[in-house]
């Protein structure tokens, strides 16, 4: 079992800086992927980051350019910086851990953003 805590979400003016964490215990085997996900209302939870646990990175389009992340492997702790924000950003992030061996998905309970115009 993995366990997933994010932290960093919050209410923010537009043109803002957020940054999410989410640190990961439990049985935690690599390799894995670590991501970012968000769900506003009335619309499907979709994909806004991973990085894999050599480091590489997949972004959505709608935030390349503002959104980055990280990871730090020792921590078991991915990142999510995000920075010029909008409000159609607005939604619950959910932290994800994908474990390739035993094919396990985990997620945590999600964190609020909130982008005011």
């Known amino acids: 079992q993995v366990q997933l805590v994010e932290s960093g979400g919050g209410l923010v003016q537009a043109g803002g800086s957020l940054r999410l964490s989410c640190a990961a215990s439990?049985?935690?085997?690599?390799?894995?992927?670590m991501g970012w996900y968000r769900q506003a209302p009335g619309k499907q939870r979709a994909l806004v980051a991973t990085i894999t646990s050599v480091g590489r990175v997949s972004t959505a389009d709608s935030v390349k350019g503002r959104f980055t992340i990280s990871r730090d492997n020792a921590k078991n702790t991915v990142y999510l910086q995000m920075n010029s924000l909008k409000p159609e950003d607005t939604a619950v992030y959910y932290c994800n851990i994908f474990l390739v061996a035993t094919r396990s998905n985990y997620w945590g309970q999600g964190t609020q953003v909130a982008v005011s115009s």
């Open positions: 439990g049985s935690i085997f690599t390799p894995n992927v």
